[in-house]
């Protein structure tokens, strides 16, 4: 049978993972596809470069354009990333009856819905394991391992740049400038390193995992950020006393009331497997009504795990591709016509515990003021540190935990906290997720 | 569309968990799958039992091979389990033209070559997600997750049972017989506990990954089995000393000289995930070359988690009905014209590092004369930890880690550690690991 033919649009770091593990790896996956998997054309702007990079093995064109109208091409891996171009090169590859891979999760994130109603249209496949969790085949698990189950919740470290910063300001106990800069040295963050900081490249994750998990379409608008930037090492050095370990998580729950959709930085207790998740690595924990809790670890980033997920995607299609297509695996796991429109619940009515650290006069009374305005807020306290003052100060950390309670509620009681004439400064505060038993 | 029709071979445990999953959860099951899914018979040696479970929802029969036959019947569960009646019906089950699904991993690593030559031949699939490490969806990671890597090794906690020994055994420092006594007093060890206890299970499990994995036949006659009866409290007290946590681990890898396909208790460093998998809980690592190391866990028995996996077969191979059966995702991940002669490696060849216990006589020249003698077999020291003798004894126990070295070099230093005259007793030989950098 002739070789599946593959047009690859952008041959940066990802790009030149995928051309390079194709190649090793050849063999192996014509083995298990039964069909030779060939990238015959790579389009990208240096073309110096790209041609460097390829050799004869396949024709270098600067003009993407070119490449999904090629009669040739089967299928179009766009690895150009934005929101602009990349979206239009998708657009027109699906209008040409080509299938899609992509690793673009903020184009997903934002304009899912409309790509993938065009691919139904035309009958062509968009796959996009690469989008979430790297090398990690998180998209596959929950759309095709876990259909027998209600999803409950998912809770996901899913930005292998914070976690990173996290576990070094642990190990290390230095504060987030200094590991932000040695993160930036190591190639690990960005020079501009907003989306990883402030949570927005998790939460485009953790949209796409949300829509296939609830069977709802993607709604990145409505997500809740917060990143990590804030965090002192105090803060993550009082949670280990108290057995826990800051992570930045992406949650999306399902509650009566509407879907939570969130990223915030996050207290786990420290003997959950996924509290244990150091460095760059990634972990995706799932919880569904049957299998229970199941949990995904691996490779979040990097040339050749995120080229691991681009392939298998290619391999998927070259399988998938003489069946009805009515009967491939759905975009977002369910049907298109049985999505649901469950609503995002606002950040306002989510449930969850909180640590709150207050730095207070050292006088007494303080204590029953601030207890006596959660209790008014229906807050009850789990667990409570008093920190003694250093020599000559007059100030003292208090940190508290508290239950199970609305945030609207927390908010609301560290207001009139925050109030209080012996309480210095502003209240620190950190959500709490026991993350179930598993 | 007419929905998909199901007949149900056996109804104990994980027949009635997937029973009253799919009927709970239907309705989310349908969204996905595009259509219903419905199990119309069920067949069970004890009808009234059956007929208690399932209601009016289902006929009940007891006679398996009447449902293998059923012309209404489109796809056959069977959780019969055994070689005998299991084999056969699956085989009836394929002539009649049936898609097979079986969580029956004993059936499958030691006639699972012939069940899928004949399900080729008729071309219908037989899907076994749940044989193996119950609901974590790894046969799918495996076959469809990572078919972009050339995979080096896979190394498994996939017993829960002895898992949760080993683990009773560590956090109670309990002797091996009492734990176990509570094991099958909890329901999670049988009355004959050979199969779990002897490695056995696992390596009918393991058995399966590492076909799927390289792209071998099932070989479960060349697999080496050790259990974990003669593990002591002492050894892992020591291990843990020594930064290691001991688990009885399935181990297959690639080696240029053949395949390694290993069951045994094995020290693993603390510090790796995959060590921290406590309880009945099931793990798998898995290292591909472009993907690094991935790790899967969850729970890998009871109704429900196994329930969840066959029934994401049944999603399956309804989404899968209508493509070309020669594009269908292969049973063993490579195409079947494609599997490799790949030798499986005797153990006396396999390579690997090791922990020893040696009880000596607290004289002088004995450390001489041992280190002599792993001197002349190449064997070069880690580690060592020499205890204390207790008041009174004259006898003391030395700890020795190993580099990575041969099998029968290993054994034949022992064999002459034994005929020390200042060495009492047998060696203590346990397999370490580090399981690479993740």
Do not use: C
């Not at 015959?40 to 470069?49: E, P």
């Not at 040339?303 to 681009?310: D, I, L, R």
């Amino acid at each position: 049978m002739k070789p599946i033919h593959v047009g690859l649009l952008g041959i940066g770091t990802v790009g030149g993972g995928t051309f390079n593990v194709l190649r090793r790896n050849q063999s192996e996956i014509q083995r298990r596809a039964g069909r030779g998997i060939e990238i015959t054309v790579v389009a990208d702007r240096d073309v110096a470069k790209a041609r460097a990079l390829v050799g004869d093995a396949a024709k270098v064109v600067d003009d993407a354009f070119a490449v999904v109208r090629d009669p040739d091409v089967d299928i179009v891996i766009e690895l150009i990333g934005g929101y602009t171009v990349a979206k239009d090169l998708i657009l027109a590859a699906i209008d040409h009856g080509k299938h899609v891979v992509t690793a673009n999760k903020a184009l997903l994130a934002k304009h899912g819905n409309e790509i993938f109603a065009r691919a139904r249209e035309k009958g062509v496949m968009v796959a996009f394991e690469a989008a979430v969790a790297g090398g990690i085949p998180i998209i596959k698990s929950l759309r095709e391992g876990l259909t027998a189950n209600r999803i409950e919740w998912i809770a996901g470290i899913i930005n292998g740049t914070s976690n990173f910063i996290l576990s070094e300001m642990r190990e290390k106990g230095l504060p987030f400038e200094t590991v932000l800069a040695e993160a930036q040295r190591l190639g690990y963050a960005e020079a501009d390193p907003t989306f990883d900081i402030e949570g927005i490249d998790a939460a485009h994750k953790l949209t796409i995992m949300s829509a296939i998990a609830f069977g709802i379409p993607m709604q990145f608008e409505r997500a809740y950020t917060e990143g990590i930037a804030n965090l002192t090492k105090d803060d993550i050095r009082y949670a280990e006393q108290l057995g826990y370990r800051i992570k930045l998580l992406g949650i999306t729950r399902r509650t009566p009331a509407g879907i939570e959709l969130r990223v915030h930085p996050t207290l786990i207790p420290t003997k959950r497997l996924i509290a244990n998740v150091e460095g760059v690595m990634n972990a995706v924990l799932v919880k569904g009504d049957a299998v229970g809790a199941t949990l995904y670890y691996g490779a979040g980033a990097g040339a050749e795990p995120t080229a691991s997920a681009v392939i298998a995607d290619l391999v998927d299609i070259t399988r998938m591709a003489t069946s009805a297509p009515g009967n491939r695996v759905p975009h977002l796991a369910f049907q298109p016509d049985q999505l649901s429109d469950t609503p995002i619940l606002p950040m306002d009515e989510v449930e969850t515990s909180y640590y709150l650290r207050l730095r207070v006069y050292d006088r007494p009374g303080v204590l029953a003021d601030i207890t006596r305005i959660l209790a008014d807020h229906t807050i009850s306290i789990d667990a409570m540190v008093q920190k003694e003052p250093a020599e000559g100060e007059d100030q003292v950390d208090i940190v508290l935990l508290t239950h199970r309670t609305i945030e609207k509620h927390t908010n609301a009681a560290i207001a009139r906290i925050e109030a209080l004439p012996s309480v210095a400064g502003k209240v620190t505060r950190i959500r709490l997720e026991e993350l179930g038993r598993h």
